[in-house]
């Protein structure tokens, strides 16, 4: 069959944004299990998951049934500002590699948040002003989440309180001060405005702050705090739902011109974005209509998925969050400073913990001087700056085309970039003064984290 010229850039028109999300859930033959309750140890119920998010956003949580969740009106309006996203076709990486594969990639950078984090954001924000919240609170470690919620508080009137890794505040004032000039306050985590932050700074004085413990003050400040919800950017099912326009876009153009994926790669922090990506087409291999090599990549120095135990852990490093069966590393694993912050999390989505677990989808790992290799290149002859998150699926994108090229293969490549990676040129000036190196944990560092999985009865004989 012939095919038609596929352009550089695929664009869809507006009205071919999609009107709804894609719940893989309703294709998934084992569903995850649920979250538990840490006091009680028995599954979250609604009303408790109510105290913590926004009644919508929960609903979406626990549906497992309905393939397609109507995307309101509300919210396309906002999505139309920066939406749909480019497809693009790697014309000049293929010929660089000189590569008989195709490689796509879908491009979420084209907004000021810089990521796709704000498909979700703007959901978010939008159901907890139609709930009539006044806040919400969230953390950010990179600064793009955080980045991201400001910009949709502020499309959609809320104020907004950001935990932001203290790390992170100070090696990006720049990204700090986006937050604030949307109108969010910016709080360096560890704090003494909460309980959890407290504590940490007394275990730990002088400590840079994680993930994890950004999450803790966040959820502490929106459950003692009136009408205020908390609001996390990755992890969680509705996460993944919200950014499952990523997949549908990429699904339409490439249905438009005939195109099917052999390969797709993403790469996971909390697995939202390559969850989102991949929802559509996974839906199709559950129901035994495709069969594509799903590829998760994560960093080498914060292993979730390649090397953590797939058991019930908390979600924060102060345990106050639910328990979630997912792979992880332990809520008390300290990553090593890496430059990819995004991908800084030590556990992974429930929903891409099962896939992998059933084998439906798979995780590799790349380590931080081979993705700025990758990250150069592509900036060199693609001409966009990538998020050094973004830069693992990039190399591993590459990795996949050099073996079509050793193979004489034509496959189908199909990768996320997330974002771009303005904010991130103190990583780059490392990585070109040869100064970058490559930390990745011993098995002794990994054991440390793994005594901090609960020993609760769901866990035994699997830590
Ligand atoms: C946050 C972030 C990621 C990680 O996304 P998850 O959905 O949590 O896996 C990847 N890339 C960029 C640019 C990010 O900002």
Redesign the pocket.
Known sequence: MATKQIPYKIYLSEEEIPRYWYNVKAHMKNEHPPFLNPATMKPCTKEELCQVFCEECVDQELNEKDEKIEIPEGIRDFYKMFRPSPLIRAYYLEKLLDTPAEIYYKFEGNNTSG?H?LNSAAAQAYYAKKQGLKSITTETG?G??GTALAMASAFYGLHLDVYMVKVSAEQKPHRKEVIRTYGANVIPSPSDTTEAGRKILREFPGTGGSLGCAISEAVEKAVTSDSCRYVLG?VLDHVLLHQSIIGMESKIAMDKYGVKPDIIIG????????GGLIAPFMGDKLDGKNDIDFIGVEPASCPSVTRGKYVYDFCDSAKITPLAKMYTLGCGFMPSASHAG??RYHGMSPVVSQLCHDGYLRAVSAEQTKVFDAAVMFAKCEGILP?P??SHAIRVAIDEALKCKAEGKKKTILFGL??TGYFDMAAYKQYNDGTMSDYIPTDADLQKGFESIPKCPANEGLI
């Open positions: 990521s984090k990179a793009q989440w990755s790469c996971m922090g909390g697995g939202s974005n390559f995004g991908l998020a998150e973004s997330t974002g």
